[in-house]
């Protein structure tokens, strides 16, 4: 129902910044989330940032003051300053858009990954 494509990854020396972008199409009136999500080898995936379409934000407290995240919601596109990167950063980073159905029932549509590395 939404596909998204994701640009902007890549290699950067430690203290460096990248900076991802997101774009959706499909179904994108049903979104009420966007978000980021990374998975470094051998770990599970986790929870970078997110926003709901009132603006608020979460993040994960190892990138909080370092990430951003922001949305254009006209343009369906959400995106991820990363500065201050450090080599623990390096991973998959995934684009994420969550769809809530009467209420209680959501879905999540995953973008193909990012890859950032971060050298020491």
């Known amino acids: 129902q939404v596909q998204l494509v994701e640009s902007g990854g890549g290699l950067v020396q430690a203290g460096g910044s990248l900076r991802l972008s997101c774009a959706a199409s499909?179904?994108?009136?049903?979104?009420?989330?966007m978000g980021w999500y990374r998975q470094a080898p051998g770990k599970q995936r986790e929870l970078v940032a997110t926003?709901?379409?009132?603006?608020?934000?979460n993040y994960a407290d190892s990138v909080k003051g370092r990430f951003t995240i922001s949305r254009d919601n006209a343009k369906n596109k959400a995106y991820l300053q990363m500065n201050s990167l450090k080599p623990e950063d390096t991973a998959v980073y995934y684009c994420?858009?969550?769809?809530?159905?009467?209420?209680?029932?959501?879905?999540?549509?995953w973008g193909q990954g990012a890859q950032v590395t971060v050298s020491s």
């Open positions: 499909g179904s994108t009136f049903s979104i009420t989330a």
């Open positions: 926003m709901n379409n009132n603006g608020n934000t």
């Open positions: 994420n858009a969550r769809r809530v159905h009467l209420t209680l029932i959501f879905d999540d549509s």
